[in-house]
């Protein structure tokens, strides 16, 4: 049984740092690309960031580019965002999400309708 579990989140002042975290136990870690997504009430969940199973390859939306960095070691099974300069248009509950089926030179899994594997999500809040 895989499970991912978010932890990190919280609120902050626009501006500011914050860095959101994944642990995920089950299955073999390093052998899962790994995203993070963002849903709002009344929105649907959007992709925020992906990264492939070294950490070699990294997408992230136009919406978060040059503020966030995702990342992962492998050896501790855990994944992380760092946000920067927050603004208050990142409110969300932020989503960790794996992918098993990906594999080098596949296309890149941007949608959630490519990850089988969700966390809980954890809230942060960006006030002005």
């Known amino acids: 049984q895989v499970q991912l579990v978010e932890s990190g989140g919280g609120s902050v002042q626009a501006g500011t740092s914050l860095t959101v975290s994944c642990t995920v136990t089950?299955?073999?870690?390093?052998?899962?690309?790994l995203g993070w997504f963002r849903q709002t009430p009344g929105k649907e969940r959007e992709f925020v960031a992906f990264i492939s199973w070294a950490g070699g390859n990294t997408v992230y939306a136009d919406s978060v580019k040059g503020r966030f960095t995702i990342s992962r070691r492998n050896a501790k099974n855990i994944l992380h965002l760092q946000m920067n300069n927050l603004k208050t248009e990142d409110t969300a509950v932020y989503y960790c999400a794996a992918d098993r089926s990906f594999r080098p030179g596949s296309p890149l899994p941007l949608t959630q309708s490519e990850y089988e594997y969700w966390g809980q999500g954890t809230q942060v809040t960006v006030s002005s």
């Open positions: 089950g299955g073999t870690f390093s052998r899962y690309a």
